[in-house]
């Protein structure tokens, strides 16, 4: 007899995006969590339902410090990446506007890693190699520059609310829009994936 554990999951093409709320470990120690750190949650999750859910968000989770979004598309996966992005520099906008707003200890920085791929859709939750893929492009930072081929200076590459892509999204930024530039940050060895890979840093744009 199946269960659900056991029936063949559906697989489908989703912009997968990686969402991590800078520092927030050290901020909930320091702070505590019920004083600054659920608040500071709740009022993301409360961004991404108004900017990302008419963008075709279609899974939420949350990973301890943040959540893994995905995005689809019924006419085009690669559009689903364009407005994934949209929506995290709609994110970003939102969470400035609100940091102006709030004592310093409440504020709210991010940072995001996006890919495209096929991914297995479970109820809640997505699996396949292609989010862990995406989880290594997030963990890239200034620390990670001296490991990577031709580097860009570390001072190009924020510290805080700023966009990584993998080179499909690059390419398909490239190809579908013309509103984000994007700067190569070098070439990386992600771990469980052979050889090296380009990453780009997605800019803001006017």
């Not at 997968?16 to 999750?45: H, Q």
């Not at 939750?125 to 200034?142: T, V």
């Not at 499909?168 to 890979?197: C, D, H, M, N, Y």
Request: charged share 25%; with cysteine; glycine share 6%.
């Amino acid at each position: 007899m199946q269960t659900p554990e056991t029936l063949p999951s559906e697989v489908a093409t989703e912009a997968i995006v990686v969402l991590d709320i800078v520092e927030s470990t050290a901020t909930n120690n320091l702070f505590g969590w019920y004083a600054v750190g659920r608040g500071v949650f709740r009022d993301l999750r409360a961004f991404i339902a108004e900017v990302c859910e008419p963008r075709g968000l279609c899974c939420i989770k949350s990973t301890g410090d943040g959540y893994l979004l995905t995005f689809s598309d019924s006419k085009s996966a690669e559009m689903a990446a364009v407005n994934a992005v949209e929506a995290i520099f709609l994110l970003f906008a939102l969470t400035a506007k609100r940091n102006q707003e709030v004592s310093e200890e409440r504020a709210l920085s991010l940072r995001a890693a996006i890919h495209l791929g096929e991914v297995d859709v479970i109820s809640n939750d997505r699996e396949g190699p292609h989010i862990s893929y995406a989880f290594r492009l997030e963990g890239i930072s200034r620390n990670s520059l001296p490991q990577a081929l031709n580097p860009i200076d570390p001072e190009r590459l924020p510290l805080r609310n700023y966009l990584l892509c993998s080179e499909e999204v690059a390419g398909i930024l490239q190809r579908r829009s013309t509103k984000w530039p994007q700067i190569l940050v070098g070439l990386f060895k992600l771990r469980g994936f052979p050889g090296w890979r380009e990453v780009f840093l997605v800019e803001p744009g006017q």
